[in-house]
């Protein structure tokens, strides 16, 4: 075993080590799967989608009475869509998903046809006025008189399938020898005519979550018999789609065509760009054209006659071509956040003068916070865990000065703690609260959240789409500011925001000179930058538990959260969290959680697997995380106790919406901290491991960290080597054609 982060550091658990039969080793010997979403890993993708699954597959179950706090989340999404979708109707924009393209669209899916086929060269349609691919939109003027974002509309009760259409899809599927348990979720997501839909084009239960191609193909296969092929244009359209769905789920907002066309050659499909082409003419993507700054990427294509298209430049003066294929929602939500920063950006005060509550401020660091947000609207700020404290100041200045200030955060740990700082209940509000309108400020008379100034943290957590809600709710001379940790795990959602935002200098960025103390503190920051780094733990803040294997893995976590920790460290069970990298394998979460449980809370499990004092978490949406514990069960459903607020669940959202939760996956984790973190590191985790996972999971902690370490050389390499994941995202480019904002 090589040395580790923490040196010497003497293990707490090392005297009681006893050998025998671990409890909870008989859960899946399998490898465990990632789950964290985004950042460098594919965990988000199957956990989102096993979320996702779980949430709409409840077949048979009646609808609830009231709106949920999800359904009601979920609704003013939708609402927010058809919102933007009506407004880009009015204006030249992509193509809604379904509608044949015309006019510069068509043109532009000409032009990208004849490059790809060879026709004609990248460069030969840009001096075409007539073919040339619409401008990206410039902020808007600021205007004389402010315009509010429109009234607020009220959330309509979530689509749910009829019983009757749920029977005939059930008929369908049950011909095409398709579980009846996907009626209901087939017929929420294709309509009260899904069972006319399925019979037409088979390939469309891919767009049920959950579904593989393959189970959709033997579906098709059932129904249609030798009318259908790998080549069926109805198969290949739905590929497409599906594809672009499941990389939403990694993060993307888009991805290029060549690496579609990868893609559905692997499904053998015989002609990729045709294929392609088919789905861009049907409207199931859209398509997007754009110049690449770097060394041209695989699969771009190189015109012939550069030199000669380039004029009196040097050949190879102009930029290659990059197609990018996207969905809709994800292109709506994009276009829809960047008009609206810009219009946060030109509609601002900037001759504020907050000179007095800067000089006042804490730190030099929230002075300089405090400054920026004075004369613009949009600002930056990043950080780490001591870096709150600043937009923590700006909130209390800015309510000093008079004005509606308030901070959001990721999760109701996150907001205690910004209340803590900020010293006013009345300043801190989670951000699914303050969206669906069940904290915050309210509404003013034109629907816009009724606030002069307004603090994101934990900005690496927002994905587009709630970005562009939250920034449609934001009213004419709002100043936002979008604090956060950049070495975190991103959003469980599609989009980089934070990081988009930063990248394309959209606004001033203020980074935080107020380092993390302390040994973890020492420890993350160099985490941060590539190194892992020994440090000096006198007070055991960090310490070192080499394993074998698994099972060791989860006996040695067991004893760490029970007996260790709670007398060397005096942090008690109850305030220690155990993260580990993926739900599945023989010390994932759920081998984990059944270990802790016979441990911590032995019990039957009568209420759904589940007893009273169990800590779960609950997952009303996917990407949203709320911790709790089990209090009773009734016909109502699992009643749950989260940060002091009663929640019941649904007898039949209680499977796929409620985990156990004395460990955690980092992406859950992410926005919480916890007095003691316990990380899980088992022999293989190896291929999870990123720097913005272990950045994230290695920060939990306050006090202490207890790393469970069975990787070996696995771990500094990855921290070393293995950085976040790219994101395919429209965002940064569309900010970077937004005119500089005027820093007098």
């Known amino acids: 075993m090589t040395a580790h982060p923490r040196g010497e550091a003497p293990d707490p658990a090392a005297e009681d080590h006893e050998a025998g039969d671990t409890p909870g080793t008989q859960a899946a010997d399998t490898p465990g799967t990632p789950d964290e979403g985004g950042a460098g890993s594919a965990e988000g993708a199957d956990d989102g989608a096993e979320s996702a699954q779980g949430l709409t597959q409840d077949p048979g179950a009646p609808a609830a009475p009231a709106l949920s706090e999800a359904e009601a989340e ?187 066309r990868k893609a559905l050659s692997g499904f053998a499909v015989a002609d990729p760009g045709e294929a392609v082409q088919h789905a861009v003419a049907e409207g199931v993507v859209l398509v997007f054209q754009d110049g690449v700054d770097a060394a041209e990427p695989e699969g771009a294509v190189e015109p012939e006659d550069a030199g000669e298209t380039a004029g009196d430049g040097a050949e190879g003066d102009e930029e290659p071509v990059r197609v990018l294929l996207g969905l809709d929602r994800y292109a709506l939500a994009e276009e829809s956040l960047a008009d609206g920063l810009a219009r946060l950006v030109n509609s601002c005060e900037k001759g504020a003068d907050w000179t007095e509550a800067a000089a006042s401020a804490p730190s030099p660091s929230a002075g300089e916070l405090i400054r920026a947000a004075a004369t613009a609207g949009l600002v930056a700020h990043s950080g780490g865990e001591a870096a709150r404290a600043e937009p923590a100041a700006l909130i209390a200045a800015a309510r000093g000065l008079g004005l509606r200030a308030m901070g959001t955060a990721h999760s109701e740990d996150g907001r205690r703690r910004l209340e803590a700082a900020v010293g006013d209940r009345r300043a801190a509000v ?156 023989s010390a994932g979460t759920t081998a984990l959680n059944a270990a802790l449980k016979q441990r911590l809370n032995p019990g039957p499990g009568r209420f759904g697997g589940f007893d009273p004092g169990d800590r779960v978490v609950h997952v009303p949406a996917p990407g949203r995380t709320v911790p709790g514990t089990v209090v009773s069960a009734d016909d109502e459903g699992l009643h749950l106790d989260c940060a002091g607020a009663p929640v019941v669940v649904p007898p039949d959202r209680v499977e796929s919406s409620v985990r156990h939760s004395w460990a955690l996956s980092a992406h859950q984790a992410a926005g919480m901290r916890w007095p003691a973190a316990v990380v899980v590191l088992p022999g293989d985790a190896a291929q999870g491991l990123s720097r913005p996972w272990v950045y994230t999971a290695f920060s939990r902690g306050e006090q202490h960290l207890s790393v469970v370490h069975g990787v070996d050389q696995a771990l500094p390499r990855a921290v070393a080597e293995v950085p976040a994941q790219e994101r395919t995202t429209r965002l940064r480019p569309l900010l970077e054609a937004l005119p500089t904002p005027d820093a007098s």
Do not use: N, Y
Request: charged residues 25%; aromatic residues 2%; proline residues 9%.
């Open 74 to 260: 979920l609704a003013a999404q939708r609402e927010l869509r058809e919102r933007i979708e009506q407004r880009k109707a009015e204006k030249e924009g992509p193509i809604a998903a379904g509608a044949k393209l015309s006019g510069p669209a068509a043109d532009l899916l000409a032009a990208v046809r004849a490059v790809e086929s060879g026709e004609k060269p990248g460069t030969a349609f840009f001096d075409s006025p007539a073919s040339a691919p619409a401008p990206r939109r410039t902020a808007p003027a600021a205007p004389a008189a402010p315009t509010r974002p429109s009234r607020a509309p009220e959330q309509p009760a979530p689509r749910a399938a009829s019983p009757e259409a749920a029977a005939s899809v059930a008929g369908v599927l049950a011909e095409g020898g398709a579980p009846e348990t996907l009626a209901r979720p087939a017929a929420t997501t294709l309509g009260e005519g899904a069972a006319r839909v399925l019979r037409e084009d088979p390939w469309q239960l891919l767009s049920v979550p959950g579904v593989r191609p393959e189970q959709a193909d033997g579906f098709a296969r059932a129904l249609l018999g030798t009318e259908c092929g790998p080549d069926d244009e109805r198969r290949t359209a739905a590929l497409v789609g599906w594809l672009l769905e499941r990389a939403a789920l990694r993060g993307h907002t888009a991805l290029d065509a060549e690496e579609v």
């Open 430 to 585: 989670t951000l699914s609260a303050l969206l669906s309108g069940e904290g915050g400020p309210g509404r003013d008379a034109d629907g816009a959240l009724a606030l002069d100034v307004l603090v994101v943290l934990d900005a690496p957590q927002l994905d587009v789409e709630t970005a562009a809600m939250l920034v449609e709710s934001l009213a004419d001379g709002t100043r936002l500011v979008l604090s956060g940790d950049p070495g975190v795990l991103g959003s469980a959602g599609a989009g980089r925001v934070f990081a988009d935002v930063i990248a394309a200098r959209a606004c001033p960025h203020v980074v935080s000179r107020t380092p993390d103390p302390g040994p973890i503190g020492e420890l993350v920051s160099g985490i941060g930058i590539g190194e892992l780094a020994q440090v000096e733990a006198p007070g055991k803040e960090v310490v070192i538990v080499p394993v074998r294997d698994a099972g060791e893995a989860v006996h040695r976590t067991v004893q760490l959260v029970a007996d260790s920790v709670p007398r060397a460290i005096g942090v008690p069970s109850s305030d220690t969290q155990v993260i580990t990298v993926g739900h599945g394998g």
